[in-house]
C-alpha cells in the first residue's frame, strides 16, 4: 500500500513560483512513474508532468516553466513552478503507476495511487 501526502500550496501572483511536494510511503521504485496533474473547478483532471526512472514527461501548457524531480532517498518528488499563470490555478495532485511497463504518463486511469491534493491559486 502506498500513501501520498502533498504540501507546498498556496496563492501566488502571476509570475511568481512555488514548489510542491510529494512524500510517499511505501516502495516507491525508480522504474514507477510518478506524476502531477491538476484539476481546475469545472473542468476533467489533466495531466501535468511525470517521471520515471530519470526521464521527464510534460503537457505542453506547461513545458519550460515547471519542472518536475524526485529524492529516491526520501521517497519524494517534487514540481517547481515558475512563471506561474491564473490558468495554472487548481488542485494538483500527485499519483504513482506502479506497472513498470506503462508508459502512458498522461492517462489518470493508469495511476493507482494518489494524493489528497494541494491548492494552487494564481491571482492576476
Known amino acids: 500500500q502506498v500513501q501520498l501526502v502533498e504540501s507546498g500550496g498556496g496563492l501566488v501572483q502571476a509570475g511568481g513560483s512555488l514548489r510542491l511536494s510529494c512524500a510517499a510511503s511505501?516502495?516507491?521504485?525508480?522504474?514507477?512513474?510518478m506524476g502531477w496533474f491538476r484539476q481546475a473547478p469545472g473542468k476533467e483532471r489533466e495531466f501535468v508532468a511525470a517521471?520515471?526512472?530519470?526521464?521527464?514527461y510534460y503537457a505542453d501548457s506547461v513545458k519550460g516553466r515547471f519542472t518536475i524531480s524526485r529524492d529516491n532517498a526520501k521517497n519524494t518528488v517534487y514540481l517547481q513552478m515558475n512563471s506561474l499563470k491564473p490558468e495554472d490555478t487548481a488542485v494538483y495532485y500527485c499519483?504513482?503507476?506502479?506497472?513498470?511497463?506503462?508508459?502512458?504518463?498522461?492517462?489518470?486511469?493508469?495511476?493507482?495511487?494518489w494524493g489528497q491534493g494541494t491548492q494552487v491559486t494564481v491571482s492576476s
Open positions: 499519483a504513482v503507476d506502479v506497472d513498470i511497463y506503462d508508459y502512458s504518463f498522461n492517462l489518470p486511469g493508469n495511476y493507482d495511487y
Open positions: 511505501g516502495s516507491i521504485l525508480r522504474s514507477h512513474a
Open positions: 517521471i520515471k526512472w530519470s526521464s521527464t
